[in-house]
């Protein structure tokens, strides 16, 4: 058998395991307190005003709040981009190239997105 | 003694077009395997009922069909645990050559492709010696009996063909974790490519259909963490 060619999986399945760890720790506890307990008036901690939120995302240069940004959003986007490439490979639907492109370009571009954004703040 | 209703795939690609399902009853009692009711079958009711086996204990991994869908070895299912008509196929995703009997040829391929075999280029007459700890670190993977179970539960196998598949990907782990061996480079070329570890989606089927419970799908995970360290090393060697 020849050798066959080294494949770029290593790359998406990084950011997919990486996404997947935020997504697991993170997201549950953030939707906790930040979807349910403070819209319905269970917490209400002082930072979560304008002026607390905007403190923090000016901290140390806006260095946290990027991270926190990627974290967050950024790879369980890449996360999430993963699991409907492969998705769409397992229902024989679109051609490997293409939803490649798709799913992971989309993901890029809505971080950048995010982290525009939150550099512009 | 209880009647067993049996629905077994036919096919002779000599004589048929397409697969047919033949019914039969077969009597037997709560240790009749399947494989019990195939051999009483082809012994008293058709002769021309095709099948393989070998040693009726689950070691040969021979005797693999499809039992209501579900990849088992006939000598490990008992015709007790199922209710009703029960079916049996050949295994999926391998072609049929006759009746029960599949053509295993890609399947040897894909495990002979990763070498699996100690290499070592050391020309010392001295026995290898191995720790506990270091046997421990490969012994579970060790135990496979090439039935090809995991392949026939194996979606991704179903879909692409060219797919290394669990069995060998999980007897490249058994070789690379092995400390007498030191074969790990040429056997990561294979591991590498899109059909190697990284055709695998982590469905999980294989480790629940083994009959050895030697867990496929976490060897193949193994194998995607030391293909993505293989990656990165590779990116600082130019």
Known sequence: MKTPKRSDEPIWWALFSAGGVCFAVLLPALMLVLGILWPLGLVSPPWLSYAGVSALLHTAYGVPALLVTAAVICLPL????????????????????????????LALLLSLLALALVLAI | MTEYQLRIQRYDPEQDDTPRLQRYTVSGDHT????????????????????????????????????????????????????????????????????????????????????????????????????????????????????????????????????????????????????????KASRMSQLNGNNGAWGCTFVGSCSEVCPKQLDPAAAVNQAKVESAKDFIINLFKI
């Open chain 1, 78 to 105: 890449f996360h999430a981009a993963h699991r409907i490439h492969h998705g769409l490979h397992d229902l024989q639907c679109g051609y490997r190239q293409a939803s490649k492109l798709l799913c992971y370009g």
């Open chain 2, 32 to 183: 009749t395997s399947v494989l019990d009711a195939l051999l009483s079958l082809q012994q008293q009711q058709d002769p021309t009922l095709a099948l393989r086996w070998s040693c009726r204990m689950a070691i040969c991994g021979s005797c693999g069909v499809m039992v209501n869908g579900i990849p088992k070895l006939g000598c490990k299912t008992f015709l007790r645990d199922y209710n009703g008509v029960i079916d049996i196929a050949p295994l999926a995703h391998f072609a049929v050559e006759k009746d029960l009997i599949v053509d295993m040829t890609p399947f040897l391929a894909h495990l002979s492709a990763i070498q699996p075999y100690l290499i070592n280029d050391k020309d010392d007459k001295a026995p290898h010696k191995q720790t506990p700890a270091q046997l421990a670190k490969y012994q579970q993977f060790s135990n496979c009996i090439n039935c090809g179970l995991c392949y026939a539960a194996c979606p991704q196998f179903g879909l692409n063909p060219e797919f290394l598949g669990p069995a060998a990907i999980t007897l490249a782990q058994r070789y690379n974790l092995d400390s007498r061996d030191n074969g």
